[in-house]
């Protein structure tokens, strides 16, 4: 029903910038959550920052001030914007959305919750 393709992953050095994009396509919705997502190796996966209809916005403790989410609705792209970024961050970013309802603040940890994913896009930051 709802298709979701990650880009702009790559490798940057830290304190470096990385500004990551999710294409949708599909299904339309007027009430939607989405969010990003990460998981680096040996680890679970996690939430980063989630976004609505509605743009309320929250994000995990690890990158707020440094990221913002963000999104174009006339694109149907969401965005996470990226900066100081530290060797910590590198992992596998995913976005991910929850169609017919808007986000609850609980929902970063909550993966469960989204029901489309993206492929995902590596994101390596080298000290």
């Known amino acids: 029903q709802v298709q979701l393709v990650e880009s702009g992953g790559g490798s940057v050095q830290s304190g470096g910038s990385l500004r990551l994009s999710c294409a949708a396509s599909?299904?339309?919705?007027?009430?939607?959550?989405l969010g990003w997502f990460r998981q680096a190796p040996g680890e679970e996966r996690e939430g980063v920052a989630i976004?609505?209809?509605?743009?309320?916005?929250s994000y995990a403790d690890s990158v707020k001030g440094r990221f913002t989410i963000s999104q174009d609705r006339a694109k149907n792209t969401l965005y996470l914007q990226m900066s100081s970024l530290k060797p910590e961050d590198t992992a596998i970013y995913y976005c991910?959305?929850?169609?017919?309802?808007?986000?609850?603040?609980?929902?970063?940890?909550?993966?469960?919750?989204?029901?489309?994913w993206g492929q995902g896009t590596q994101v390596t930051v080298s000290s």
């Open positions: 976004i609505d209809s509605d743009s309320f916005t």
């Open positions: 991910a959305a929850k169609m017919g309802s808007y986000c609850s603040a609980s929902w970063t940890t909550a993966i469960n919750i989204f029901p489309y």
């Open positions: 599909g299904a339309t919705y007027r009430r939607y959550c």
